[in-house]
């Protein structure tokens, strides 16, 4: 298989386990197997501590496995990441205060070396993507969450990464702030192409934003149900379809099934 033929990500057999044979032995994840094709969209879903973030930052190799093999477009996770595979938005949107909108978007192609009038380029393209063409100049202080967001999804695309990597991005916005987003991120990964990995703790943002949901559960934290969404092309009557309800009911049904964490 090439590595453009490749599925967006693989993880085989996945055991993460933090201080090992030391006090304080926490096994984070065990046997985790998930395919995750191109263009693919999924959710992320279970109770605080079955190792969601911990499974994120596997596949960003920000972490690496005690066991089992992650996979990014067909190479190992470490060589994905200097190839710059993937683009990572988290809930705090982690601008820096003192650069411009857009040299914060510039800043991981700054980093990768890009010539200066290519990073502007690509910068404002992807400030227009997500309706921010207007407030460039602007410091991220002068911005709402919401707009705080959307730079950080624009800094995160603007490598054009086949792979998105997002915990909880829009957590601590309103919900109209988030619906909104919601349906910009769908029509960007629509337009670009790119596969996405989605950490939330709300089952209708997962139902509303995934191709398929994977319902987790913690002690230890492992895959319980992959429920597979098919909502067709989403839009403001998909919040108020019955198939949409329908997808709600199963996966809530799917994390019932699951042990709630207690944290020691
Ligand atoms: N660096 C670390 N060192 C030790 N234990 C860790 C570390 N990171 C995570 N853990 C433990 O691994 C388990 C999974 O944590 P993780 O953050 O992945 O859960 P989560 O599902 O993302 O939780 P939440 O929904 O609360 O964000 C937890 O028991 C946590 O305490």
Not at 26 to 45: H, K, M, N, Q, S
Not at 169 to 197: H, K, V
Not at 208 to 224: C, E, H, K, Q
């Amino acid at each position: 298989m090439s590595a453009t033929d490749s599925p967006a990500v693989e993880l085989a057999g996945v055991h993460k386990v933090f201080h090992a044979g030391r006090p304080g032995e926490v096994t984070a994840l065990t046997g985790v197997d998930l395919t995750i094709a191109r263009g693919e969209f999924i959710a992320l879903i279970g109770p605080s501590g079955c190792g969601k973030s911990t499974l994120l930052r596997l596949v960003a190799d920000l972490i690496t496995p005690s066991g089992g093999t992650v996979t990014v477009a067909g190479k190992p996770a470490g060589k994905a990441r200097l190839d710059q595979e993937y683009g990572i938005a988290f809930q705090q949107a982690g601008l820096f205060e003192w650069r411009t909108v857009r040299r914060n978007v510039e800043l991981p192609l700054e980093l990768r070396g890009t010539p200066k009038r290519e990073r502007r380029a690509r910068a404002e393209e992807m400030l227009a993507l997500v309706g921010l063409a207007d407030f460039a100049r602007h410091y991220p202080a002068q911005l709402s969450g919401g707009m705080q967001q959307r730079v950080a999804i624009a800094r995160a695309l603007a490598v054009h990464p086949p792979l998105l990597l997002m915990d909880e991005p829009f957590g601590a916005l309103d919900e109209m702030t988030r619906e909104r987003l919601q349906d910009e991120l769908l029509r960007i990964c629509a337009a670009t192409g790119t596969s996405t990995i989605f950490v939330t703790h709300s089952v209708p943002e997962a139902v509303y934003l995934a191709d398929r949901v994977v319902v987790m559960s913690a002690r230890p934290g492992r895959i319980t149900d992959v429920v597979p969404i098919d909502l067709g092309e989403r839009g403001e009557a998909t919040r108020q379809s019955p198939g949409f309800f329908a997808g709600i009911t199963t996966v809530r049904a799917a994390l019932r099934g699951t042990p709630v964490a207690v944290e020691s």
